[in-house]
């Protein structure tokens, strides 16, 4: 039986197919550039992020981090009233 990926793992761009889910999501999440969500949503993101960063799999601590201070920025921009960019 081979390996397929299904759901939503089969949109997730890798080029392993045996990477861990930690390694699965840091290409996407590190790609990210602009957010278009209400703050509430960022900041509930921020929180339910938080957990990963303790995870026991290197790859998913290190996007997790990423993926945390991008949201922590966003919400410090919100607060004074800038809009962020990643570009």
Do not use: C, F, K, Y
């Not at 997790?64 to 809009?83: C, F, K, N, P, S």
């Amino acid at each position: 039986m081979t390996n397929q990926l299904r759901g939503i793992s089969a949109l997730i761009p890798t080029a392993r197919t045996d990477a861990s889910p930690g390694a699965r999501a840091a290409s996407p999440l590190l790609h990210l550039r602009t957010d278009a969500v209400p703050v509430p949503v960022l900041a509930a993101a921020l929180e339910l992020i938080a957990p990963a960063l303790e995870d026991s799999d290197p790859v998913t601590r290190e996007a997790a981090a990423a993926v945390h201070a991008r949201l922590a920025e966003a919400l410090d921009q919100a607060a004074t009233g800038h809009q962020l960019s990643w570009a």
